[in-house]
């Protein structure tokens, strides 16, 4: 299907008129409502003294709040963005930052053994096996052919926790969680040791960006396995999976790491290992010779031997608050797109080379050619930096960038906002043709025709693009013929005519199209 773009793009408005800040501020009083930290950064953006005071007023008596019903999810939440926003009220509260977050990640599974717990970790590899679990999701009775057939689907999963809680991959209870799913679900597991009898388990949070999900089980579990860090694995070191592969229950494959830094996710990199991996496999652990866990199984290749992937387990670590808080774990980004800057081989900072027109980023004043070098104090000398603080947060919290920009420094409070589901396409939506091709195709293009909209010459080529991939140069011109999506809105496809520079200046018509989500959107 084919979707319109807007006639105009957001500017950015001028707080020095009394009228547009008097809208602001009426615009900021209907987001203190149910969003009560972008208020704040709102506040902050308009520079008005006695708003700023009014809403971290505001935000101060919710965190007095959360903390009075010992809510430290949310308590941890309000207190990092009032710090971010240079509170100094914090003191009031009557606990400091680290007695706050302590109190939040007391109570998480997985993340800090007590004693009763160490009493379940294994000693043997028999007793790993024995800690993990089939995910079995029956779907009932699905009609083929005019005959009706089980409809189930089976995946592993592993204790972390003597209460009985559980990790797997998102994908194998997606049905579970989806809203647009219609039909009978039942979730179950079978310990490996009795792989008859189904027990009851339910979801408790999930991350369709990570794979990954937490469900409990009403039973004391045999073993449980302790997270490991697979910052400490190299590549060619020894590793093992554990799973049901093929309906195969408390199955062991041993293999190596083959590669560590695979982009297979939208957030981070992923482990690529040659353990044997099947379909049933996936949501197992996938553990080192010390019996850790250091990844878990999410993705095979059946076709190809040897080719499969898993989560890194420090993903796990940094998404099981959230996962325990309950419910959709959702994603943050600030609008924008751009790669790691290097000079030879070594990263030097996080290339803005794109801002999304009226988003977090554009509102904060961060500019196509800025690069970020501090979040919140912490160098950043990559994307994947950037991606790993990020991933310590969820939508509704303020954080301060630090960026440089033609030799100077600068700095800027960023609000994070829910990452959509498909970056390119929210993107698209909100720029024109001119700009959104930049982060989409890796193509800048400026207007050539005052007769027509579809006339444009090449202006940038992102180094790796779609783009500069598919052979076009700077300076070539291109004529829009159609813009195209798929259902989902995941994927764009684009008709053209250009006569490209390394053809020989040949009239060409031809078609490229791209994912529309990556890496890159930040």
């Known amino acids: 299907m084919s979707i319109k773009q807007p006639k105009e793009v957001f500017a950015l408005p001028d707080y020095t008129e009394d009228d547009v800040k008097e809208n602001e501020k009426k615009r900021i009083e209907q987001l203190s409502k149910d969003t009560p930290v972008q208020a704040l950064w709102r506040a902050v953006l308009l520079g008005d003294e006695e708003t700023v005071s009014r809403y971290e007023d505001n935000l101060i008596e919710l965190l007095k709040k959360a903390v009075a019903e010992e809510d430290y999810y949310t308590a941890s939440n309000y207190y990092g963005s009032l ?28 993340l800090l053994l007590d004693d ?20 079995w999701v029956d779907k009932g009775i699905k009609i083929q052919n005019g005959a009706g ?36 679900t039942r979730l179950f597991i079978k310990l490996a040791r009795d792989s008859e009898t189904r027990i009851p388990a339910k979801v408790i949070g999930y991350d369709s960006v990570l794979d990954l999900a937490l469900l409990k089980a009403e039973i004391d579990p045999p073993f449980i396995l302790a997270l490991g860090s697979s910052s400490d694995l190299s590549i060619g070191e020894k590793v093992s999976a554990i799973g049901t592969p093929l309906g195969l229950h408390g199955t062991i494959t041993s293999g190596i790491i083959s590669a560590v830094d695979r982009k297979l996710f939208t957030t981070g990199s992923v482990l690529q290992i040659d353990a044997a991996v099947n379909s049933g496999n996936s949501g197992g652990p996938c553990i080192d010779q010390q019996m850790r866990v250091q990844a878990i199984v999410f993705a095979g290749i059946l076709q190809y031997q040897g080719l499969n992937f898993a989560i890194p387990v420090e993903y796990l670590r940094q998404d099981l608050p ?9 994603h943050t980004w600030i609008g924008a797109y751009g790669h790691t800057m290097r000079e030879g081989l070594t990263e030097t900072g996080l290339e803005v080379q794109y801002v999304m027109p009226g988003g977090v980023a554009n509102r904060s004043g961060l500019k196509k050619g800025d690069v970020i070098t501090f979040v919140n104090g912490k160098r950043i000398s990559s994307l994947e930096n950037l991606q790993d603080i990020f991933r310590n947060y969820v939508p509704e919290n303020i ?11 600068y700095s800027a409070l960023v609000y994070l906002d829910e990452r959509p589901d498909q970056p390119g396409y929210e993107i698209y939506r909100s720029d024109l043709l001119t700009g959104s091709f930049i982060p989409i195709f890796g193509m800048g293009l400026s207007s050539s025709s005052t007769m027509s909209s579809r006339k444009f010459v090449i202006d940038e080529i992102i180094k790796g693009s779609v783009a500069d991939e598919s052979g076009f140069s700077v300076t070539d011109p291109v004529t829009i013929l159609e813009v195209r999506f798929n259902e989902d809105n995941s994927a764009i496809s684009v008709n053209l005519s250009t006569r490209k520079k390394k053809k020989g200046y040949l009239d060409i018509t031809m078609g490229i199209g791209t994912s529309l989500d990556s890496p890159y959107y930040f």
């Open 83 to 110: 710090s971010a926003a240079g509170s100094k009220r914090l003191g009031e509260i009557g606990l400091n930052a680290r007695q706050i977050f302590s109190k939040f990640y007391a109570d998480i599974p997985g």
């Open 116 to 135: 009763e717990n160490k009493k379940l970790l294994p000693k043997t590899m028999a007793d790993c096996v024995n800690a993990t679990v089939t995910i």
């Open 149 to 184: 057939y089980a409809d189930r689907v089976i995946g592993s999963g592993f204790f972390i926790d003597r209460r009985g809680y559980i990790v797997t991959n998102h994908h194998v209870i997606s049905d579970l969680v989806d809203p647009k799913h219609e039909g009978y």
């Open 322 to 330: 959230f996962l325990y808080h309950g419910g959709k774990r959702s």
């Open 399 to 409: 954080l301060k960038l630090e960026y440089s920009r033609d030799s100077e420094n």
